[in-house]
Nanobody, 124 residues
Framework: QVQLVVSGGGLVQAGGSLRLSCAAS????????MGWFRQAPGKEREFVAG????????YYGDSVKGRFTISRDNAKNTVYLQMNSLKPEDTAVYYC?????????????????WGQGTQVTVSS
């Protein structure tokens, strides 16, 4: 069992930056592949960023490539999402998730544990 606690959301102006954190409980954090998803009002949840199982390859959704960076600190059992050059269309609830399989990193159905989500609002 893994519990994920997300923090770092808030209100920011377009062009600004935010860093989200996802702290995981348990001593097996390094054996999970982590990902970030988001869901805007009236839209389906979409993949934002994630690691492969080895933790040495990152993947990004097309809309955030070049602006967002996912990273992890296994010593702190924490995964981060650095978001730069934010746009109003980045406004959403952001979730971190953990999976135990090598399945498609971009598909939410492959994730076993989810954090509670944090609101990110980007004003124009």
């Amino acid at each position: 069992q893994v519990q994920l606690v997300v923090s770092g959301g808030g209100l920011v102006q377009a062009g600004g930056s935010l860093r989200l954190s996802c702290a995981a409980s348990g001593r097996t954090f390094s054996s999970y592949a982590m990902g970030w998803f988001r869901q805007a009002p009236g839209k389906e949840r979409e993949f934002v960023a994630g690691f492969n199982m080895a933790g040495d390859t990152t993947y990004y959704g097309d809309s955030v490539k070049g602006r967002f960076t996912i990273s992890r600190d296994n010593a702190k059992n924490t995964v981060y999402l650095q978001m730069n050059s934010l746009k109003p269309e980045d406004t959403a609830v952001y979730y971190c998730a953990a999976r135990k399989t090598r399945a498609n990193v971009k598909d939410e159905v492959n994730y076993d544990y989810w954090g509670q989500g944090t609101q990110v609002t980007v004003s124009s």
